[in-house]
C-alpha cells in the first residue's frame, strides 16, 4: 500500500481551514502523520503568514485519485481556481510523494519540486520522516533538510495545542 505525503498551507483563516483539512484528509484516509505546523512569509507575494504542515497517509487509492480527493477538499474549504499560483488561499493541498512514485505530466508531479525548493515543505517532511529517500535523489529528507540553504528562511514551528480535529 502506497504511502503518500501532502504539503497543506492557508494563510486565510488558518486557524479554521487547518483545523478542517485535517479532519476531511483523515475521512479520506484514515490515520494520518502529522508534522508541527510552521509558520513562514508568503513566497512571490506580500500577504499574511501561511501556516505550513506535511501530512502523511496510507493509501491504495491510485495517484490520480488521491489528487482528485485533494483537489475536493480545497474547494469544499472555500479554495477558488481561479487565484494565482503566488496568492492568498483558504488551503492548499499538494501531494508531494506517493510511494515511491517519479510522475511529471500536465497537473500532476511526484515527487514534487517544491520538496528541495521550500523549506515550509522539506522542514516539516524531513521532521515526519527523515529516514524517507528521495526517490530521484535517494537522499534522505534529514540529509536534504542539513543541505538546505537556510541563509533566508524565514519560518518558525508554532504551538498548535489550538489544533483539534475532533
Excluded at 47 to 57: A, K, M, R, S
Excluded at 73 to 81: A, P, V, Y
Excluded at 84 to 110: M, P
Aim: aromatic letters at 10%; hydrophobic letters at 35%; proline letters at 4%.
Amino acid at each position: 500500500m502506497p504511502y503518500g505525503y501532502i504539503s497543506v498551507g492557508s494563510n486565510i483563516d488558518k486557524q479554521k481551514y487547518i483545523p478542517a483539512s485535517l479532519i476531511a484528509l483523515q475521512k479520506c484516509f484514515g490515520e494520518l502523520k502529522v508534522s508541527s505546523i510552521y509558520e513562514s512569509e508568503p513566497v512571490g507575494f506580500s500577504g499574511d503568514t501561511f501556516y505550513n504542515l506535511v501530512v502523511g497517509f496510507n493509501s491504495e487509492l491510485d495517484v490520480k485519485e488521491v489528487a482528485k480527493q485533494l483537489r475536493q477538499i480545497e474547494l469544499d474549504n472555500g479554495r477558488t481556481r481561479s487565484c494565482t499560483k503566488f496568492s492568498a488561499r483558504t488551503l492548499d493541498l499538494d501531494l508531494i510523494l506517493y510511494g515511491d512514485l517519479i510522475i511529471n505530466e500536465e497537473g500532476l508531479q511526484i515527487p514534487r519540486d517544491e520538496i528541495e525548493r521550500y523549506a515550509f515543505v522539506l522542514e516539516p517532511l524531513a521532521e515526519i520522516a527523515p529516514t524517507l529517500k528521495h526517490p530521484i535523489s535517494q537522499l534522505t529528507y534529514a540529509e536534504l533538510w542539513e543541505k538546505f540553504d537556510k541563509t533566508d528562511v524565514r519560518q518558525k514551528r508554532i504551538d498548535s495545542s489550538w489544533l483539534s480535529t475532533g
